[in-house]
Nanobody, 122 residues
Framework: QVQLVESGGGLVQPGESLRLSCAASGRTFSSHDMGWFRQAPGKERELVVIIRWTGSSTNWADSVKGRFAASRDNGKKTEYLQMNSLQPEDTAVYYC???????????????WGQGTQVTVSS
C-alpha cells in the first residue's frame, strides 16, 4: 500500500512558478513509477509526467514541455513537480500518482493523492 499527500498548490499570476510536493508512505515507494496528473474544469484527467523509479522523467504532456520539471527523492519518499512560466491553461487540480500503468489507451494509477488546486490568474 502507498499513501500519497500533495502540497504546494495555490494561486499565482501568469509567468510565475510553483513547486508541488508529494509525500508517500509505504515500503514499496522506490519500486513504483510515480507521476503527476491534472484535471481542469470540464476536462478529463490527463497525464502530466511519469517519473521512473530511477528518477528519469518521461511521457511529458506536450503542453508543459520545457516549462515543468519533475524529480523524486526515494530516500525521502517524495516526488516533486516544478512548474515554471505558468499560464491560465495550467489551472487544474494536480494529482500525485503511484504505480502508473497504460491500459486501453489511457494511463491509470493504482494509488492517488487527494489533489491540490493550482490556479493561474491575473
Amino acid at each position: 500500500q502507498v499513501q500519497l499527500v500533495e502540497s504546494g498548490g495555490g494561486l499565482v499570476q501568469p509567468g510565475e512558478s510553483l513547486r508541488l510536493s508529494c509525500a508517500a508512505s509505504g515500503r514499496t515507494f522506490s519500486s513504483h513509477d510515480m507521476g503527476w496528473f491534472r484535471q481542469a474544469p470540464g476536462k478529463e484527467r490527463e497525464l502530466v509526467v511519469i517519473i521512473r523509479w530511477t528518477g528519469s522523467s518521461t511521457n511529458w504532456a506536450d503542453s508543459v514541455k520545457g516549462r515543468f520539471a519533475a524529480s523524486r527523492d526515494n530516500g525521502k519518499k517524495t516526488e516533486y513537480l516544478q512548474m515554471n512560466s505558468l499560464q491560465p491553461e495550467d489551472t487544474a487540480v494536480y494529482y500525485c500518482a503511484a504505480a502508473i500503468t497504460y491500459d486501453s489507451g489511457r494511463y491509470c494509477a493504482a494509488y492517488w493523492g487527494q489533489g491540490t488546486q493550482v490556479t493561474v490568474s491575473s
